[in-house]
């Protein structure tokens, strides 16, 4: 299953042959999920693999790289827990599948791997690359010798990421290969031969053995090599995850001969004449990419693939249009009980961070990341460890945007006691309760008779986030969800007020709806825009559901409180348009661009994010009140106060600001996903970071106790000075 979402995902997105660009790919992709599992062999795996790609990429070159000893993939990939060391340690906590007659790698799992695999009969595992053969390239007539002469092996670190088939990388680049997605500029990129030194360590190749199950790595198709006579070459240019919403984009471009400029394959079509301004979606002006230069992949079990980045366009016209997008419909017709429908769920989530999520972590392996969710969902045959193993998947990747809708475009109802928790002084403390028996500040030890640091272990390992301390907060406001209503809840209490500490444990039910009651989760005030001293008026942002309504009844104040502490009610309104009198550029946005012809989609500018002025204008102070509740345009509307000189009260941001793609799975649920980000006008990071406080402070156990918000004290404290 691991070489199929690799392989399948390079395809998809990178290959520009009509069939990979008219494919319905999720039915191709179920056909190998259900064929390719039963393969014994990786003689069986290689074929299963060319049959099932050969229609719609039959330039695409497969072959087994390694010289083992034996052929048989007869060992499971998702390991029986109770077959580990007594010391091995399980990360994810969780309830573990019964062992099966999976398959396994023909290397040794990592440590990470095997803390965490699950029994199955997925054929899965990481690639070790240390017997790559990469001899044997036919160059094209365009190809110099210097090309074939640096194809060198790929160490063992590169294992699911890319090299050109003309170049070895350095390093440095390995690890950009390894994540996904570049984060330096092309042309900052440096193509490089290792010395010796430089080489990681890696075990001697065996001799070769036919015999053993290795290939010699098959010459380019004769369809990639140049010819005499002038042909236009095709290609992808993407720009993000193309779901319909600018700047992101997705078409097939045609450089025509002698051109540098590339045009749409509609607009070449028409013949257009090079250079014309033929669609929104067009490469910058460079020289395209070399059909006869593929992208060389390599795949666990001991695979490795060529993928052509550009075709030659041989008959003189260019490739038609792309196909339908899998929406909603085609979603519909899949059902989750369906195990093959649910592996498949998985492997198209993956396959979207894997190419588009713009920040992968330098640590993260993707394929790691891929194994515990293919053997979660192999082994355990409901939605519900559908939902959980793709939850995972997400926070693997600390996609803070990310999340999985259950419900058409928006998330399962969940219901909570009447009371809010918080995370305070490293602990797990009511923040806000309307039950008589739980009092704010009072720290929760234990639920249902899980202590807490279980339960926070357990629940963190599937929260989204890109910070640590967002984590963390996230987790605890999940606590209490529950998926029914009515349901009783235990909690154990530490309390301590002027009767001493105490422990003590009260039932709580589960009675309200999230989504519908929502419940304030600190001391802030109950009404959204109140006048809380001569001239000061608040306005939380959060509960506001037009915000150029509030600005005119703060039109008269000498000052305005602004609570950013979560996510701004209103879908399309600014508060920051009524402080400024012309328009502004709020952040650069940046998404992965390319392919470039390593076969990455390097981060590039595709745009600003700006704010244009709105009536009533305040003369107003502004302070704003945020912490790691500040996420979207609430993040992005803080940036923009900051960056005016306004004072920020409280702590930073969740540093997860960027653009949001929306996509369906099979079976009807829908992943958002991040495939852009937000920098600062100077280019300075916003993602992983936030936005810091000028004015830290925190709530304390004391506080909730004695109903004080303390960002707000201290913000009317600072409006009263003149």
């Known amino acids: 299953m691991l070489a199929l979402a690799e392989l399948g995902a390079a395809i998809r997105w990178l290959h520009p042959s009509d069939g990979a660009a008219h494919s319905d790919w999720e039915p191709l992709l179920l056909d190998g999920v259900r064929s390719l599992e039963g393969a014994g062999t990786r003689a069986e795996l290689v074929e299963g693999l060319r049959g099932l790609f050969e229609s719609v990429a039959p330039t695409v070159v497969i072959w087994r790289r390694e010289h083992v000893e034996g052929d048989q993939l007869d060992e499971p990939a998702c390991l029986d827990p109770e077959a580990q060391p007594a010391d091995a340690k399980d990360p994810s906590d969780?309830?573990?599948?019964?062992?099966?007659?999976?398959?396994?790698?023909?290397?040794?799992?990592?440590?990470?791997?095997?803390?965490?695999?699950?029994s199955s009969d997925t054929d899965t595992s990481g690639a070790d690359t240390s017997g790559a053969d990469t001899s044997g390239v036919e160059p094209s007539d365009t190809e110099s010798s210097e090309a074939e002469s640096s194809?060198?092996?790929?160490?063992?670190?590169?294992?699911s990421g890319a090299v050109p088939s003309d170049a070895r990388a350095s390093d440095a680049e390995s690890s950009n290969a390894e994540s996904g997605n570049a984060e330096s500029e092309p042309d900052e990129q440096k193509v490089t031969e290792p010395s010796p030194k430089e080489q990681p360590a890696r075990p001697q190749p065996k001799p070769p053995d036919h015999d053993a199950g290795g290939e010699d790595r098959p010459p380019l198709p004769a369809e990639l090599h140049a010819a005499d006579d002038p042909f236009s070459i095709v290609?992808?240019?993407?720009?993000?995850?193309?779901?319909?919403?600018?700047?992101?984009?997705?078409?097939?471009?045609?450089?025509?001969?002698?051109?540098?400029?590339?045009?749409?394959?509609?607009?070449?079509?028409?013949?257009?004449?090079?250079?014309?301004?033929?669609?929104?979606?067009?490469?910058?002006?460079?020289?395209?990419?070399?059909?006869?230069?593929?992208?060389?992949?390599?795949?666990?079990?001991?695979?490795?693939?060529?993928?052509?980045?550009?075709?030659?366009?041989?008959?003189?016209?260019?490739?038609?249009?792309?196909?339908?997008?899998?929406?909603?419909a085609a979603a519909l017709e899949y059902s989750l009980d369906d195990r093959g429908t649910r592996l498949l769920a998985v492997l198209r989530t993956w396959s979207?961070?894997?190419?588009?999520?713009?920040?992968?972590?330098?640590?993260?392996?993707?394929?790691?990341?891929?194994?515990?969710?293919?053997?979660?969902?192999?082994?355990?045959?409901?939605?519900?460890?559908?939902?959980?193993?793709?939850?995972?998947?997400?926070?693997?990747?600390?996609?803070?945007?990310?999340?999985?809708?259950?419900?058409?475009?928006?998330?399962?109802?969940?219901?909570?006691?009447?009371?809010?928790?918080?995370?305070?002084?490293?602990?797990?403390?009511?923040?806000?309760?309307?039950?008589?028996?739980?009092?704010?500040?009072?720290?929760?030890?234990?639920?249902?008779?899980?202590?807490?640091?279980?339960?926070?272990?357990?629940?963190?390992?599937?929260?989204?986030?890109s910070t640590a301390t967002a984590a963390i907060v996230r987790t605890v406001a999940r606590l209490l969800e529950r998926d029914r209503d009515g349901v009783v809840v235990e909690l154990e209490l530490d309390r301590q007020d002027d009767a001493g500490p105490r422990e003590l444990t009260v039932q709580v039910v589960a009675d309200r709806r999230a989504d519908r009651?929502?419940?304030?989760?600190?001391?802030?005030?109950?009404?959204?825009?109140v006048e809380l001293d001569d001239g000061v008026v608040y306005l939380d942002a959060t509960r506001i559901r037009r915000l150029a309504g509030a600005a005119r009844r703060a039109r008269r104040a000498r000052v305005v409180i602004v609570d950013l502490r979560g996510e701004l009610a209103d879908p399309r309104g600014s508060v920051l348009a009524h402080f400024i009198d012309t328009g502004r550029a709020l952040a650069i946005e940046r998404m992965p661009t390319g392919p470039d012809p390593a076969g990455q989609l390097p981060?590039?500018?595709?745009?600003?994010?700006?704010?244009?002025?709105?009536?009533?204008?305040?003369?107003?102070?502004?302070?704003?009140l945020a912490d790691a509740r500040t996420r979207g345009r609430?993040?992005?509307?803080?940036?923009?106060?900051?960056?005016?000189?306004?004072?920020?009260?409280?702590?930073?941001?969740?540093?997860?600001?960027?653009?949001?793609?929306?996509?369906?799975?099979?079976?009807?649920?829908?992943?958002?996903?991040?495939?852009?980000?937000?920098?600062?006008?100077?280019?300075?990071?916003?993602?992983?970071?936030?936005?810091?406080?000028?004015?830290?402070?925190?709530?304390?156990?004391?506080?909730?106790?004695?109903?004080?918000?303390?960002?707000?004290?201290?913000?009317?404290?600072?409006?009263?000075?003149?």
């Open 352 to 465: 979207l961070l894997r190419r588009f999520f713009p920040h992968p972590h330098p640590l993260t392996d993707p394929q790691a990341l891929l194994l515990p969710a293919l053997c979660t969902v192999a082994e355990q045959p409901t939605p519900l460890a559908l939902r959980q193993a793709i939850e995972i998947l997400l926070a693997g990747f600390q996609d803070g945007n990310a999340a999985l809708l259950i419900a058409t475009e928006q998330a399962a109802p969940r219901h909570l006691p009447e009371l809010s928790l918080g995370w305070i002084e490293e602990r797990v403390v009511v923040t806000r309760s309307a039950i008589e028996q739980v009092q704010p500040g009072d720290a929760i030890t234990a639920i249902n008779g899980v202590s807490i640091d279980n339960l926070l272990a357990e629940w963190l390992i599937r929260t989204p986030a």
């Open 603 to 624: 981060l590039e500018p595709v745009g600003e994010r700006r704010v244009e002025p709105d009536g009533p204008r305040l003369h107003a102070r502004p302070l704003i």
């Open 151 to 159: 194809d060198a092996d790929v160490s063992d670190t590169e294992s």
């Open 517 to 529: 009651r929502p419940m304030l989760a600190d001391p802030r005030p109950s009404k959204p825009i």
């Open 235 to 328: 290609q992808w240019h993407r720009r993000g995850y193309a779901d319909g919403l600018a700047p992101a984009c997705a078409e097939r471009v045609v450089y025509l001969p002698g051109s540098d400029r590339a045009c749409s394959s509609a607009a070449a079509r028409k013949r257009r004449r090079p250079g014309s301004s033929c669609s929104t979606c067009m490469p910058p002006e460079g020289r395209p990419l070399a059909p006869a230069a593929p992208l060389q992949l390599q795949l666990p079990r001991g695979l490795a693939s060529m993928i052509p980045l550009a075709l030659w366009l041989r008959d003189g016209r260019p490739a038609a249009d792309e196909g339908a997008e899998f929406g909603e």
């Open 94 to 118: 969780s309830d573990q599948a019964e062992p099966s007659d999976a398959e396994s790698s023909d290397a040794e799992p990592s440590e990470a791997e095997s803390s965490e695999a699950e």
């Open 634 to 722: 609430a993040e992005l509307e803080l940036a923009g106060f900051d960056q005016l000189g306004a004072t920020v009260i409280g702590s930073t941001s969740a540093g997860d600001l960027g653009a949001v793609a929306t996509a369906w799975l099979p079976g009807g649920w829908q992943l958002r996903f991040t495939h852009g980000e937000l920098r600062r006008l100077d280019g300075s990071r916003l993602w992983g970071l936030g936005v810091t406080p000028t004015l830290p402070i925190e709530p304390t156990r004391a506080s909730l106790r004695a109903q004080v918000d303390p960002l707000l004290a201290a913000a009317l404290e600072l409006a009263r000075k003149p």
